[in-house]
T-cell receptor, first 112, second 114 residues
Framework: DQQVKQNSPSLSVQEGRISILNCDYT??????FLWYKKYPAEGPTFLIS?????DKNEDGRFTVFLNKSAKHLSLHIVPSQPGDSAVYFCAAIDQAGTALIFGKGTTLSVSS | EAQVTQNPRYLITVTGKKLTVTCSQNMNHEYMSWYRQDPGLGLRQIYYSMNVEVTDKGDVPEGYKVSRKEKRNFPLILESPSPNQTSLYFC?????????????FGSGTRLTVV
C-alpha cells in the first residue's frame, strides 16, 4: 500500500506564477518530510525539508507547508521559472530513519 | 566536491550473468541506500546500510545483494539478473544526524537485462 501519494502526475504553470505541488501520506509516524527535484539523466536533488513538529519551512522561492491533521503537505514555488521544470518527488522518513519513502512524482512544466 | 559516484552509468547485460554496480561517497556518511526507479512506481528502496557491516532489506530486495565492508563503498550485486530487473538505479548517502536528512544521490545507473 502506498504510504506517500502524489495524486497529480503533472502540472503546467506559466512563468512568474505560483506552482503548488501536493502530497498526502498515510503513516502518522513519519518524522520528517522532504522534497526532491529530478532532471532527466540525473539523480534526485534535495530541495527542502520539514520536520513533523513544524507547519512551514521557507527557503528562497520554495516553501513547504505541513498539515499533520490532514496528513498533507505541499510545496509552493513562487515565482515559477522555466528552470524549475522537472519531476518533483515528495518523500517521508520514519522515526527509525531507515528508509526514505517516495511518492511517484509530479512533473512540473513551467512555460515562458 | 561532495558526491556519490555510481558506475557504470549504462549497462546492458544478458539474463543470468552476474554483475556489480559500484557506489562510492566521499562525505563520510554513515547511511547508504539503493533505490530503483520504474515508470509509474517512483523510487523504491532495495537495500540500505546504517554503517559498516550493517545492512538490511528495503521494500524490493529480491534478486539483489549488497555489502558494506568500507564506509565509503556500497556495491549492489545482481547474482543472476533477470529482465524484470531492467530499471534505473540510484545510490544515496546521508549522515545519521536527524536534523539533516538531505540525502545525496548518485547520477544513476540505467540497467537493461535482455
Amino acid at each position: 500500500d502506498q504510504q506517500v501519494k502524489q495524486n497529480s502526475p503533472s502540472l503546467s504553470v506559466q512563468e512568474g506564477r505560483i506552482s503548488i505541488l501536493n502530497c498526502d501520506y498515510t503513516n502518522s509516524m513519519f518524522d520528517y518530510f522532504l522534497w526532491y527535484k529530478k532532471y532527466p539523466a540525473e539523480g534526485p536533488t534535495f530541495l527542502i525539508s520539514i520536520s513533523s513538529i513544524k507547519d512551514k519551512n521557507e527557503d528562497g522561492r520554495f516553501t513547504v507547508f505541513l498539515n499533520k491533521s490532514a496528513k498533507h503537505l505541499s510545496l509552493h514555488i513562487v515565482p515559477s521559472q522555466p528552470g524549475d521544470s522537472a519531476v518533483y518527488f515528495c518523500a517521508a522518513i520514519d522515526q527509525a530513519g531507515t528508509a526514505l519513502i517516495f511518492g511517484k512524482g509530479t512533473t512540473l512544466s513551467v512555460s515562458s | 566536491e561532495a558526491q556519490v559516484t555510481q558506475n557504470p552509468r549504462y549497462l546492458i547485460t544478458v539474463t543470468g550473468k552476474k554483475l556489480t554496480v559500484t557506489c562510492s561517497q566521499n562525505m563520510n556518511h554513515e547511511y547508504m541506500s539503493w533505490y530503483r526507479q520504474d515508470p509509474g512506481l517512483g523510487l523504491r528502496q532495495i537495500y540500505y546500510s546504517m554503517n559498516v557491516e550493517v545492512t538490511d532489506k528495503g521494500d524490493v530486495p529480491e534478486g539483489y545483494k549488497v555489502s558494506r565492508k568500507e564506509k565509503r563503498n556500497f556495491p549492489l550485486i545482481l547474482e543472476s539478473p533477470s529482465p524484470n530487473q531492467t530499471s534505473l538505479y540510484f545510490c544515496a548517502s546521508s549522515p545519521l544526524d536527524r536534523t539533516n536528512y538531505g540525502y545525496t544521490f548518485g547520477s544513476g545507473t540505467r540497467l537493461t537485462v535482455v
